[in-house]
């Protein structure tokens, strides 16, 4: 892939619209910032060829335009186009110099004065979690702020918008479908029909899709086991830890008191010894040195083995936290940007580990990954 090709539409133009879709059907949660609209046609066809392959992803780009109504920005999406010469690479579907192309040819043929508003990508039997691939992909290819990116499962039915805000891909709540004349998708339809398959090839997809959800299922109990096991372990640790600082607490306490009589009974002692010196009227060379004397004998010895144990529980957070702070963590938490490579030169200086971590987290595709999902570390050789 040509890094150094200008992808269209970087750039997109915002127009005032004086009136938004009125025919419309409401998906979700749709009524906040960046409000989408989609043409029935466009979401039929979609949605269509999503399900012509359900084996592997697919991906075709969105067509419309950016609005100005009155203070808010409003993306109506009007067509798609399928999209070909992709390039597969370790089970992932790349956007290449050659799809833009025939990308942009199409559009302009078919959907005159519209532009590429953002693409569509299916993922059968994985739901519609933004893994760091599309993340990469969509800040790689569709650099405007207004693209957006549209995901489909069509074997869970499932599907969602993703907009840019912060430079990151967050999902949408909702969006709209209307309802128009649109002559433009329709040609496209017809010219790009999507085939239906045979009873028998759906009989055949009705097996994949079982074994998949199966085999889902499977690894989804695997995890949740795993994840039992470890938040009980986690349990077990945090009450142990409870009881030690509960029995450092209370020990500190028992010092504290100690202490305090200590001192009230030197101060008491110190009271009585000059009272004794004011009644008995000694000069003060001697009060002073009876005062001194008696404070000598009623102060409490206190051996230096006292002294360390006093200053024990400090040294052993100290002693703690160094070893908290060149640890490895058990788990963590992917974010946005990160891969195993980096997660394990990150925790063990080496990429080495990426084996053993993709081993413990059940991870056959070290690019299938995700924000937010939860690793579990193996520890250091």
Known sequence: MIETYDKPNSQLKIKKIQALPKNVKQIGDANNEHRI?????????????????????????????????????????SGAVQAKFLKEENGNLFITDDTWIYAREKADQYFKNCSIVGWMCTQPGYGILLTSFLSQQHQKQFQNQY?????????????????????????????????????????????YKIVNTDGKENNQQDVVRA???????????????????????????????????GIGLLNNMEKMKKMQTTMHVITEDHDKLKQQVSDVNISPTKAKEDENSLSEETKPKV?????????????????????????????????????LNAISI????????????????????????????????????
């Open 37 to 77: 609209y989609m043409e029935d046609y466009a979401y039929t066809y979609l949605h269509q060829y999503a399900a012509k392959e359900k084996s592997q992803e697919q991906i075709a780009f969105l067509v419309g335009q950016v609005y100005q109504y009155k203070k808010e920005v409003v993306l109506i999406i």
């Open 211 to 245: 074994y998949r959800r199966i085999e889902h299922g499977r690894k989804e109990e695997h995890y949740q086991k795993k994840l039992i096991h470890m938040l009980s372990l986690i349990s077990g640790a945090l009450v142990i830890i409870c009881i030690i600082i």
């Open 303 to 339: 051996s230096d083995g006292d002294d360390n144990n006093t200053d024990t529980p400090q040294g052993d957070e100290a002693q703690d936290s160094a070893k908290m702070i060149g640890s490895i963590p058990k788990t963590y938490v992917i974010e946005s940007g990160d891969n």
């Open 346 to 381: 990150r925790f063990y200086h080496t990429k080495g580990m990426v084996p053993k971590i993709q081993e413990l987290n059940d991870i056959s595709n070290p690019d299938r990954i995700y924000i937010g999902q939860k690793l579990i570390l193996p520890e250091a050789e």
């Open 147 to 191: 693209q957006v990116l549209y995901v489909i499962d069509p074997v869970e039915k499932e599907h969602a918008f993703f907009i840019s805000k912060d430079n990151e891909l967050h999902e949408k709540t909702g969006f709209y479908i209307f309802y128009d004349k649109n002559t433009l998708m329709h040609d496209y339809m017809m010219d």
